[in-house]
């Protein structure tokens, strides 16, 4: 960011966010008006993403590796290339691979994590909302015929065999037929056929709540669905097992949202994996599955239409490619067979990489006004130049093999001095 988009950005700010901004650096911590404000070299990052981005609407493979040393800025980056992402009309989703609330190889998770955290362009909108009104405007419109009007749509199994055709071939089962039933309307009954007993599962108030969270991948027994989908007309629902085992089907449901994201209008699905080095820490068993979970998303078989995959690792991720013994075998009920599929540091020898690198001294002396700029904005006051320009370039020599985050957070605390003791005279 040039001084003049720097300083148009801090002008059109609230105090309240400048404060915050200013309270998660004294943490060592960024935010997003942080990351707008102080972040740099992001020429070259957004000219790496933009390649992406492109290759992304030619419907060509496409993933973003950021590389980079603890604490040299990669959550920062994710949060950058978010932004950048929303910016350009891309559906995002930003997570930690966090081993023991989302473990890659743990799939089901990572997914519910996925659609829990997503965002739409301009819009705070939860997945099934975004769904729900999209669907219900394409049934609307129907499909366009130049030689005869297509009929009004008026029942609900009229309204699913629409919608069975716009979801995507490959999508689970399941999910099609819990994305169906959140578009339609359940079905009224009398106040004489709701004291019958075999209407008895008829709960009409539970049954967004119960299609929302199937949705999202949380796990909800069949016997408590079926009635959503009974009362909502979705017949279909009986024609394969409402089952998804192992994470396959999860990994299926990512590409399929991927492509449906791009009908409704959307350029696609950004997905942000932070902490990406955790996979390399799990076990054999589960590192083997993470890697096959990951050649689906850096090397499909086939291009995923809107997936646009962008992992955070260290060095030790590749590292540990590099260590693993790909000829080491396994006995399972007296048959042999290897650990791995394949050797992933030879099939991963042409990932996309952003390497990080550490700012320049003049990168740090230009992060050190803006920063004094933003934090007299914060608190109103005047901080005199020469004398904070010595202190603070005094701070970053203390600091210089330090992290990146921790000479910010020396820097706030300098500013943090010399405000209180213009305060106390």
């Not at 239409?305 to 991720?317: E, I, K, Q």
Request: hydrophobic fraction near 35%.
């Amino acid at each position: 960011m040039n001084d003049s988009d720097f300083l148009k950005s801090l002008d059109r700010a609230s105090n309240f966010h400048i404060r915050r901004t200013m309270e998660r650096l004294r943490e060592g911590l960024f935010d997003s008006l942080g990351v707008q404000l102080l972040t740099a070299g992001e020429t070259h990052m957004s000219r790496v993403f933009d390649q992406g981005a492109k290759a992304v609407d030619k419907n060509r493979r496409v993933h973003l590796c950021v590389c980079g040393t603890y604490g040299q800025g990669k959550s920062h980056s994710l949060t950058y290339i978010r932004q950048r992402a929303l910016s350009q009309g891309f559906v995002t989703s930003h997570i930690n691979l966090d081993p023991k609330e989302s473990p890659f190889h743990e799939l089901p998770r990572v997914y519910q994590a996925l659609v829990t955290r997503i965002q739409f362009p301009g819009q705070e909108t939860s997945l099934a909302e975004q769904w729900k009104s999209w669907a219900e405007q394409t049934i609307a419109d129907g499909p366009e015929q130049e030689d005869e009007p297509e009929p009004e749509i008026s029942t609900n199994e009229q309204k699913a065999s629409r919608l069975l055709d716009i979801l995507p071939d490959e999508m689970p089962h399941f999910f099609k037929t819990v994305l169906t039933a959140l578009a339609l309307e359940t079905i009224p009954l009398s106040k004489d056929e709701m004291r019958l007993r075999k209407h008895a599962a008829y709960h009409p108030h539970e049954f967004p709540y119960l299609l929302d969270h199937a949705l999202t991948g949380e796990i909800m027994t069949i016997l408590r669905l079926r009635p959503a989908f009974k009362y909502r007309e979705v017949s279909f629902y009986k024609d394969a097992p409402l089952v998804c085992k192992g994470w396959e089907p999860y990994l299926m449901m990512i590409f399929s949202l991927s492509s449906l994201f791009r009908q409704m209008g959307f350029r696609g699905w950004v997905l942000l994996f932070d902490e990406g080095e955790s996979i390399a820490q799990a076990r054999i068993n589960s590192r083997n599955k993470s890697y096959q979970i990951l050649h689906r998303m850096f090397v499909p078989e086939t291009p995923v239409f809107g997936l646009y995959p962008v992992f955070a690792f260290t060095d030790d991720f590749f590292m540990r490619l590099q260590r693993e013994d790909y000829e080491r075998i396994r006995v399972w009920k007296g048959e042999e067979s290897p650990y791995f599929e394949r050797n992933y540091a030879e099939a991963w020898g042409k990932l996309t990489i952003f390497r990080l690198k550490g700012l320049s001294p003049k990168e740090w002396i230009d992060l050190s006004v803006k920063l004094m700029m933003i934090h007299a904005r914060a608190y109103h006051w005047d901080p005199p130049e020469t004398q904070a320009y010595e202190a603070m370039t005094r701070r970053l020599g203390e600091t210089r093999d330090q992290e990146s985050r921790l000479k910010i957070k020396a820097l706030v605390d300098q500013l943090d001095l010399l405000h209180q003791r213009q305060v106390l005279g």
